[in-house]
């Protein structure tokens, strides 16, 4: 299916700073690119996710920007709070795959008070 | 309602025994996939199950074998258990039978000595 590639491996920000975790991946036949949420000791939950149809989605102080041509996206977190501290991955599948996710490496983020 | 259970959630095995990680999904979802989470390899799928059909398997050697049941509950074994197999086993849960949202449990904890 090939790989997602994801960068940072960790990012340090401050409190009410932005935190961008930026994506790539491969397989054109991806269409639906979510985000996970990982803390320690616990299984990744669901974030937010987009499908290729819109380049931008939202909710409350998560963005998701998809850029189709370059096989790119990015996940910003504005106004990061230390409770933002977790281990997010991208992801990538699609529905010919069903629930055959290839993710990402992660991304270690620190929100320092 | 209830989340997704895993058990055991703690275990240690010594090379060449064999181990069965069983999961109960969220009520309702018939799809049950298995992820292994490793330092080195990250989250990679093992494989899905959706109404008692495995439908997508990942790259992973025969040792690594799963099964649902009509109630939707799912195990996963491994057989002859390599160092290699130590890992943190995920299962997910979804309603979608195309790519959707996955509902992580907070696995299983497979040391092999």
């Known amino acids: 299916q090939q790989q997602v590639k994801q960068s940072p491996q960790s990012l340090i920000v401050q409190k009410g700073g932005i935190s961008i975790i930026n994506c790539a991946y491969e397989?054109?036949?991806?269409?639906?690119f979510p985000w996970y949420q990982q803390f320690p000791g616990k299984g990744p939950a669901l974030l937010i996710a987009?499908?290729?149809?819109?380049s931008e989605k939202k909710e409350g102080r998560f963005t998701i920007s998809f850029n189709k041509s370059a096989k790119q996206f990015s996940l910003h977190i504005m106004d990061s709070q230390p409770g933002d501290s977790a281990t997010y991955f991208c992801a990538a599948s699609s529905n010919n795959y069903g629930q055959n996710f290839v993710f990402g490496p992660g991304t270690r983020l620190s929100v320092l008070p | 309602k209830a989340g997704v259970t895993q058990t055991p959630r703690y275990l240690i095995k010594t090379r060449g025994q064999q181990v069965t990680l069983s999961c109960s999904p969220i009520?309702?979802?018939?799809?049950v996939s298995w992820y292994q989470q490793t330092p080195g390899q990250g989250l990679q799928f093992l494989f899905e199950?959706?109404?008692?059909?495995?439908?997508n398997k990942g790259n992973f050697p025969g040792r690594f074998s799963g099964r649902q049941f009509s109630n939707s509950r799912s195990e996963m074994n491994v057989s002859t258990l390599e160092l290699g197999d130590s890992a943190l086993y995920l299962c997910?849960?979804?309603?979608?039978?195309?790519?959707?949202?996955?509902?992580f449990g907070e696995g299983s904890r497979l040391t092999v000595l």
């Open positions: 987009i499908r290729p149809d819109v």
């Open positions: 397989n054109t036949a991806f269409d639906y």
């Open positions: 009520s309702g979802h018939r799809s």
């Open positions: 997910a849960s979804s309603l979608a039978q195309v790519a959707g949202e996955l509902f």
């Open positions: 199950y959706f109404s008692e059909t495995q439908r």
